[in-house]
């Protein structure tokens, strides 16, 4: 389950997202870089020492009068400036760099343990995170430049306040007042009264910020959704077009982006009255050193450019003292994202050691062989009873049954992509299996890539590929293998069931399996394509799924998914479960010996 607004991150979570890339193989050039953006960091907070003995300086020459010591004064800050510059430019320039550099470690890594292992299908499948493709698109983002951000000015902050404290304590001096009969002395006073401010001002930013965390977090959720809705309709625009789908998609559009809208305001809302303390806070914060140290300057025991130095110095320890407070908004968005992105992390952990009920192995037989598989829901209720049956070389199969009974899913389990049931499936070591589903996929690309994939590019030759388009029926995509297109949306479904066809021809496997490949096909169509793959392909074994019977011509065998009712016993344990077997049986008007297993 995804860690939600309720379930805040623990920093041992949050330390396994940051860490790894730090003790990668490009940790060296990682620290390199990071050793010196807080070498330039630490170099400007020298810079603004400077600044503050200057500010003394220059301004005692005013109060003085004193010409000579104003222009070297300007000559100074001058120079000052022109190195302050420089260094802020390369401490950007670096930052991003590492920044970079991190966001493209950490995509390569989090994409690979996604895609490994089918984790992206089963992570789907238990919809167990939502939007992976926000999540390693923006949260990365988030996480990488968000924590260079944070991390840096917290530490620029801290050194800061380390070199200014103690300027801060010698220039600003006593402070002694009566109170009752006694005198009291604060010694560097103007130290004690910069805590003081920052800890309330930090408390109060605390108390009214909170809900932004989970705000933003509720927000990056909403906008990802409403996002995947204008990309559904983009991608289904034919079937919601013939629909006529419009109100609806509009409605369910607006109800998402309702959602965005809501959420902002209360986002508006938290953060006006965090604006209000903040803003209020910093503008306080030019004067109050002024109001503090106005006494002794006005007594004479301090000149203009020391209450000029006391103010500087004040601002820069008031300002490293509330970095909480304006980091605070930026905080609670970043800390959002790593929410999700711990959620994500944990999702993709939880799918790649799933452990599968049904053991897919490897064997020498040259036959598949299944024994005692019973196929279930992700609810674990039981879909079949359990099947034990074997698929040698040469056969061909027709699957048929009702909608719903197990089919397609039987073929996943073949596939070592459907973990939920038991028994075992053994494929033959070296047999090239190739799952032809009923909807197949086109990447986005020219239409070469779309017909080799998922095999290189380049893997087959422009005479064969222009050889099998012709065989499929398809001679008008012969000049279009150069051209780059979203051939899903631009091919109908049976230009795109024949390409899949074109697939098969070229990739010549051993077993392939048809799962309801034809549907979109006419009969004549249809016919045409099984004759092709049984002449190029005679030795292979094909396994199909069909409703139609026209097909079953082309195969020896029949296996058919029936109601198996559930016994007395089981009723009152699971009413609602359609428990299917399968009748294996050969076509009576083709030879064939007899099977061996009975009905399982």
Same mark, same amino acid.
């Given at each position: 389950?995804?860690?939600?607004?309720?379930?805040?991150?623990?920093?041992?979570?949050?330390?396994?997202?940051?860490q790894?890339?730090?003790?990668s193989?490009?940790?060296?050039?990682?620290?390199?870089?990071?050793?010196a953006?807080?070498?330039?960091?630490?170099?400007?907070?020298?810079?603004?020492?400077?600044?503050?003995?200057?500010?003394?300086?220059?301004y005692?020459?005013?109060?003085?009068?004193?010409?000579?010591?104003?222009?070297?004064?300007?000559w100074?800050?001058?120079?000052?400036a022109?190195?302050?510059?420089a260094?802020a430019?390369?401490?950007?320039y670096?930052?991003?760099a590492?920044?970079?550099?991190w966001?493209?470690?950490?995509?390569?890594?989090?994409?690979?343990?996604w895609?490994?292992?089918?984790?992206y299908?089963?992570?789907?499948?238990s919809?167990?995170?939502?939007?992976?493709?926000?999540?390693?698109?923006?949260?990365?983002?988030?996480?990488?430049?968000?924590?260079?951000?944070?991390?840096?000015?917290?530490?620029?902050?801290?050194?800061?306040?380390?070199?200014?404290?103690?300027?801060?304590w010698?220039?600003?001096? !006593?402070?002694?007042?009566?109170?009752?009969?006694?005198?009291?002395?604060?010694?560097?006073?103007?130290?004690?009264?910069?805590?003081?401010?920052?800890?309330?001002?930090?408390?109060?930013v605390?108390r009214i910020?909170?809900?932004?965390?989970?705000?933003?977090?509720?927000?990056?959720?909403?906008?990802?959704?409403?996002?995947?809705?204008?990309?559904?309709?983009?991608?289904?625009?034919?079937?919601?077009?013939?629909?006529?789908?419009?109100?609806?998609?509009?409605?369910?559009?607006?109800?998402?982006?309702?959602?965005?809208? #809501?959420?902002?305001?209360?986002?508006?809302?938290?953060?006006k009255?965090?604006?209000?303390? @903040?803003?209020?806070?910093?503008?306080?914060?030019i004067?109050? !050193?002024?109001?503090?140290?106005?006494?002794?300057?006005?007594?004479?025991?301090?000149?203009?450019?020391?209450?000029?130095?006391?103010?500087?110095?004040?601002?820069q320890?008031?300002?490293?003292?509330?970095?909480?407070?304006?980091?605070?908004s930026?905080?609670?968005?970043?800390?959002?994202?790593?929410?999700r992105?711990?959620?994500?992390?944990a999702?993709?952990?939880?799918?790649?050691?799933?452990?599968?009920?049904?053991?897919v192995?490897?064997?020498?037989?040259?036959?598949?062989?299944?024994?005692d598989?019973?196929?279930?829901?992700?609810?674990?209720?039981p879909?079949?009873?359990?099947?034990?049956?074997?698929?040698?070389?040469?056969?061909?199969?027709?699957?048929?049954?009702?909608?719903?009974?197990?089919?397609?899913?039987?073929?996943?389990?073949?596939?070592?992509?459907?973990p939920?049931?038991?028994?075992?499936? #053994?494929?033959?070591?070296?047999?090239?299996?190739?799952?032809?589903?009923?909807k197949?996929?086109?990447?986005?690309?020219?239409?070469?890539?779309?017909?080799?994939?998922?095999?290189?590019?380049?893997?087959?030759k422009?005479?064969a590929?222009?050889?099998?388009?012709?065989?499929?029926?398809?001679?008008?995509?012969?000049?279009?293998?150069?051209?780059?297109?979203?051939?899903?949306?631009r091919?109908s479904?049976?230009?795109?069931?024949?390409?899949?066809f074109?697939?098969?021809?070229l990739?010549? !496997?051993?077993?392939?399996?048809?799962d309801?490949?034809?549907?979109?096909?006419d009969?004549?169509?249809?016919?045409?394509?099984?004759?092709l793959?049984?002449?190029e392909?005679?030795?292979?074994?094909?396994? @199909?799924?069909?409703?139609?019977?026209?097909?079953?011509?082309?195969?020896q065998?029949?296996?058919?998914?029936?109601?198996?009712p559930?016994?007395?016993?089981?009723?009152?344990?699971?009413?609602?479960?359609?428990?299917?077997?399968?009748?294996?049986?050969?076509?009576?008007?083709?030879?064939?010996k #007899?099977?061996? #297993?009975?009905?399982?």
């Open positions: 389950m995804t860690p939600g607004p309720s379930e805040p991150t623990n920093w041992r979570a949050m330390w396994r997202l940051i790894p890339y730090w003790s193989d490009e940790k060296w050039k990682a620290r390199g870089l990071l050793a953006v807080i070498a330039l960091a630490l170099g400007m907070v020298y810079l603004d020492v400077q600044f503050n003995t200057w500010n003394r300086d220059f005692n020459a005013l109060e003085t009068k004193d010409f000579q010591v104003f222009k070297e004064q300007l100074r800050f001058s120079w000052l022109f190195i302050y510059i260094v430019i390369y401490r950007i670096l930052t991003q590492l920044e970079i550099n966001r493209a470690w950490m995509t390569r890594q989090y994409m690979e343990r895609l490994e292992n089918q984790a299908y089963r992570i789907e499948q919809r167990s995170a939502d939007n992976p493709d926000q999540r390693i698109a923006e949260d990365l983002n988030l996480l990488t430049s968000g924590f260079l951000t944070l991390s840096l000015g917290l530490l620029s902050s801290v050194v800061t306040l380390v070199s200014f404290i103690g300027i801060l010698s220039v600003s001096g !006593p402070l002694s007042f009566m109170l009752g009969a006694r005198e009291w002395t604060i010694p560097g006073y103007m130290v004690w009264f910069a805590i003081a401010y920052a800890g309330i001002g930090s408390m109060l605390w910020g909170l809900p932004l965390v989970r705000q933003n977090f509720l927000q990056q959720r909403y906008e990802a959704d409403f996002r995947f809705g204008l990309i559904r309709i983009r991608e289904n625009a034919e079937p919601v077009a013939l629909y006529r789908g419009e109100p609806q998609e509009r409605s369910q559009l607006a109800t998402r982006f309702a959602r965005i809208r #809501e959420n902002w305001w209360q986002i508006m809302r938290t953060t009255r965090l604006n209000v303390a @903040s803003t209020f806070y910093a503008q306080f914060a004067i109050f !050193p002024f109001l503090v140290g106005a006494p002794r300057f006005f007594a004479g025991t301090i000149t203009l450019g020391g209450l000029m130095q006391i103010s500087s110095a004040f601002g320890v008031q300002e490293a003292l509330s970095w909480f407070i304006n980091a605070f930026s905080l609670a968005s970043w800390k959002a994202s790593v929410n992105l711990a959620g994500f992390h999702a993709i952990d939880r799918a790649r050691k799933q452990t599968s009920g049904i053991v192995t490897r064997n020498n037989v040259g036959a598949i062989l299944l024994e598989v019973v196929l279930r829901l992700p609810d674990g209720a879909l079949t009873q359990p099947l034990t049956a074997d698929i040698h070389v040469g056969q061909h199969i027709l699957v048929t049954g009702p909608s719903g009974c197990g089919k397609s899913t039987l073929f996943r389990a073949i596939a070592d992509i459907w939920y049931g038991s028994g075992s499936i #053994e494929i033959p070591a070296d047999a090239r299996l190739l799952f032809l589903p009923q197949g996929y086109l990447p986005i690309g020219t239409l070469r890539e779309a017909i080799a994939y998922p095999a290189a590019e380049d893997a087959y422009d005479l590929i222009r050889h099998y388009l012709d065989a499929v029926r398809l001679p008008h995509l012969k000049g279009l293998l150069d051209a780059s297109d979203n051939w899903s949306q091919l479904p049976g230009e795109q069931q024949r390409l899949a074109v697939r098969v021809l990739w010549r !496997p051993q077993v392939l399996f048809l309801e490949a034809t549907s979109a096909l009969a004549a169509t249809e016919e045409a394509l099984y004759e793959v049984l002449r392909l005679p030795a292979a074994a094909v396994i @199909s799924i069909a409703h139609r019977d026209a097909v079953a011509k082309f195969h065998l029949h296996w058919q998914f029936v109601h198996e559930a016994r007395v016993s089981e009723i009152s344990a699971a009413p609602e479960t359609l428990r299917y077997t399968i009748q294996r049986t050969k076509f009576a008007r083709l030879p064939a #007899e099977l061996v #297993e009975g009905t399982p």
